[in-house]
Nanobody
């Protein structure tokens, strides 16, 4: 099992940037496609971005395409989410996990991102 530890969230004004990190503890997750997800208050968790195991293929939700970039460093067992041009509607708790719908690690505690207008 892998323990997921997200960090890098915070408060930022609209138009600003943040870089999130997700560290996998316990064992390597370098052979998994990984994704970022988010959950706003009162809403269901939603997909944000995903990366193939090598990082060579990525995919984004329409709401973040062109503003967010997912990347990974398998040597550090870490996946990143660079978020630019942030909007108030990006406010949520952000989580990482596998991109698979059939296999997920236990969810971490996430990292809060708050974007003010």
């Amino acid at each position: 099992q892998v323990q997921l530890v997200e960090s890098g969230g915070g408060w930022v004004q609209a138009g600003g940037s943040l870089r999130l990190s997700c560290l996998g503890l316990g064992r390597t997750f370098s052979n998994y496609a990984l994704g970022w997800f988010r959950q706003a208050t009162g809403k269901e968790r939603e997909f944000v971005a995903q990366s193939s195991w090598s990082g060579g293929s990525t995919n984004y939700s329409d709401s973040v395409k062109g503003r967010f970039t997912i990347s990974r460093d398998n040597a550090k067992n870490t996946v990143y989410l660079q978020m630019n041009k942030l909007k108030p509607e990006d406010t949520a708790v952000y989580y990482c996990n596998t991109a698979s719908v059939t296999y997920r690690f236990a969810w971490g505690q996430g990292t809060q991102v708050t974007v003010s207008s």
